[in-house]
C-alpha cells in the first residue's frame, strides 16, 4: 500500500485541475467520511504538514483512508460495530450454510465470523473501489485443498448474492484459508471411504431432501456439497470425486455418474448402494422392478390385478424409504 500510495496522490493533483471531475469523485467518496480509517487520513495529514509542511487534500484524504479501508488487517475493532451488521449476518449463513452442505465441523465459530467480518470489510471496499487483490496462494490451495476450495466457493454464493458482487478465485482462496483454519480435526476411520457429489438442477427443497436421503442410505460415505450442473462443470477439473449421484440425464463428466430420480425410489437406492459395493456401473442386467413382477407373476395370474399391486408395493416402499430418510436425525 505504501509503494503506490506517492504515485496515487499525484494522479490526485492531476484530477484536481479538472474540477468537473474534482467535483464526481468528492461525491463517490462521502461515505468514506463516515468511517474512522477518514479520521485516521485526517491525522496523518494534519502531521505530515506540522514535520514536513506537506499539505493533503480532501481527494488525498479520502484516497488515503480507502486504502486504509481496503487493506488486509489482523485487527479491526470497528469492524464489529453496528455499521458491518449487514456484512456479519450475511457470514453467519455462510457458516451456517457451509456445515450444512459438508461433514465437516467448524470450532471457534466466533472467531472465525470475526476475522470473516475484518477480512471481508476489506474485500468489500476493494470491489466497491476497484482495487485488485492477487492473492500468491491460490493456484496451490486449488491443487492441495481442492475438496475445500471447491465447496468454499459453492457456499460463496451465499455471499455474492447478498452483496451484489462476484467473487474471483483469488478471492475464494482468502475464504478457504480463514475457514481451513477452523475446522475440527477428525481422524479418518476408514481409508476405503467413497467421496459423492450430488449434482440436482430440481431446486433448493428437492436438492437438500436428496442430500438427507443420501447420507441417510450411505452413512459411511463422504457426501459433498449438492452442485446445480452449471455449478458443477465451473469446478469440475479441479475437484476429485469417486461417484456423481444427478438427477440430470445429460449430464457427462470423467467421473462416473449415477442417474437417480428426485426423490429416490428403491430401484435408485439399490444401484447406489451395488456402485458402492462392486464399484461398477452396471449398464444391464435384470432391476428390482423386473423381479418384483417376476415374484407377483408367480403368485397371480391376473395380470391387471399383478400390476396393480406391484404397484402399490413400490409406492409403499418408496413411501417407506423418504419417511426414513427424512425423519432421521443421526
Known amino acids: 500500500m505504501l509503494q503506490v500510495l506517492p504515485y496515487l496522490l499525484l494522479g490526485c493533483d492531476t484530477v484536481t485541475n479538472n474540477q468537473d471531475k474534482h467535483k464526481e469523485i468528492e461525491q463517490e467518496f462521502s461515505l468514506i467520511r463516515k468511517r474512522i480509517e477518514y479520521q485516521v487520513s485526517k491525522k496523518l495529514g494534519e502531521r505530515l504538514f506540522e514535520t514536513f509542511g506537506i499539505s493533503f487534500s480532501e481527494l488525498d484524504r479520502s484516497l488515503l483512508a480507502i486504502l486504509l479501508l481496503s487493506y488486509r488487517k489482523d485487527r479491526d475493532i470497528h469492524a464489529e460495530s453496528k455499521d458491518f451488521q449487514h456484512l456479519r449476518m450475511a457470514l453467519e449463513e455462510f457458516i451456517w450454510y457451509f456445515e450444512s452442505q459438508t461433514r465437516m465441523e467448524i470450532e471457534q465459530k466466533e472467531d472465525l465470523l470475526r476475522n470473516l467480518v475484518i477480512h471481508c470489510k476489506a474485500l468489500l471496499f476493494r470491489k466497491n473501489y476497484g482495487i485488485f487483490s492477487k492473492n500468491p496462494l491460490t493456484r496451490q490451495i486449488r491443487s492441495k485443498y481442492s475438496e475445500l476450495f471447491v465447496i468454499t466457493k459453492k457456499c460463496a454464493e451465499v455471499l455474492e448474492e447478498a452483496w451484489q458482487i462476484r467473487l474471483t478465485d483469488d478471492e475464494i482462496a482468502y475464504l478457504t484459508i480463514h475457514v481451513g483454519g477452523f475446522l475440527k480435526y477428525t481422524p479418518s476411520i476408514q481409508n476405503n471411504t ?39 462443470k465451473s469446478v469440475e477439473d479441479i475437484t476429485q470425486v469417486d461417484l456423481l449421484i444427478t438427477t440430470n440425464d445429460e449430464l457427462e463428466s470423467r467421473f462416473p455418474v449415477l442417474k437417480v430420480n428426485p426423490i429416490l425410489e428403491a430401484e435408485d437406492i439399490l444401484r447406489i448402494t451395488d456402485f458402492m459395493k462392486n464399484k461398477v456401473l452396471r449398464k444391464d442386467g435384470r432391476t428390482f422392478k423386473d423381479n418384483l413382477s417376476t415374484i407377483i407373476a408367480t403368485y397371480i395370474s391376473d395380470k391387471h390385478a399383478a400390476a396393480k399391486l406391484q404397484e402399490e408395493i413400490q409406492l409403499l416402499i418408496n413411501q417407506e424409504l423418504v419417511i426414513q430418510a427424512f425423519l432421521d436425525e443421526s
Open 194 to 232: 467413497k467421496k459423492i457429489y450430488i449434482v440436482c438442477d430440481e431446486g433448493v427443497g428437492v436438492s437438500k431432501l436428496l442430500l438427507k436421503q443420501c447420507r441417510f442410505y450411505l452413512p459411511n460415505e463422504q457426501i459433498g456439497a449438492v452442485f446445480t450442473t452449471e455449478q458443477f
